[in-house]
């Protein structure tokens, strides 16, 4: 984390680290049922941004929009269906197409730039609230930052983030003070989350 997004969010506060500890108040519930699976949180769909190298091919290389369709129009392949898949799928996909008598032995690799698709919630007491486009790995503290950062009155460690479990809403409750300062690590979220950011009265 840059100092100045740091600064944005606490006011000048040492940044933290990685995956916030998970509240004891949510009965039975485990850790890793908290998250979603990994292969379908991050899928690509429409609207998504994917940018695809291919060795020694510069023509080939390039970032990809996703369409309606789930298609990438991909050169020399044409249509190349990637909706529903991860970026190392889409790869593999674009691998088996250039393996068809256009590029021998290919070698690519591909990750998403954007996740139009999916996007994290901001509300309450942050400069810019609002909806914003998921990213691979995103926590908290990326999306506060994106949002402009917490105002002087919020109150820091009460911020809740609402997410769907099993098809239920559960609040989970997030130390953001204690993060910035390094008592708590950092809270990783996952497509759909919504942050919540209260007043502090204090």
Known sequence: ??????????????TGSAACRYPSNLGDLKPNLLLTD???SNTLAANDLLEVRVYQEPDLSGVYRVD???????????????????ASGAAEAITTCLKNGFVRRPQVSALVKEFNSKKVFV????????????EDGMTIIHAISQAGGLTRS???NSVNVTRVVDGKEVKLPVKVEDIVIGREKNFQLVPGDIIFVPESFI
């Open 123 to 134: 509300f309450g007491e942050v400069s810019k609230p609002g909806s914003f486009a998921y």
């Open 38 to 40: 990994a292969g379908v």
């Open 154 to 156: 919020a109150a820091k």
């Open 1 to 14: 984390m840059r100092p100045l997004m740091v600064l944005m969010i606490a006011g000048g506060l040492v």
């Open 68 to 86: 309606g369709d789930g298609h990438i129009d991909f050169p020399l392949c044409g249509k190349v269906q990637v909706g529903g898949v991860t």
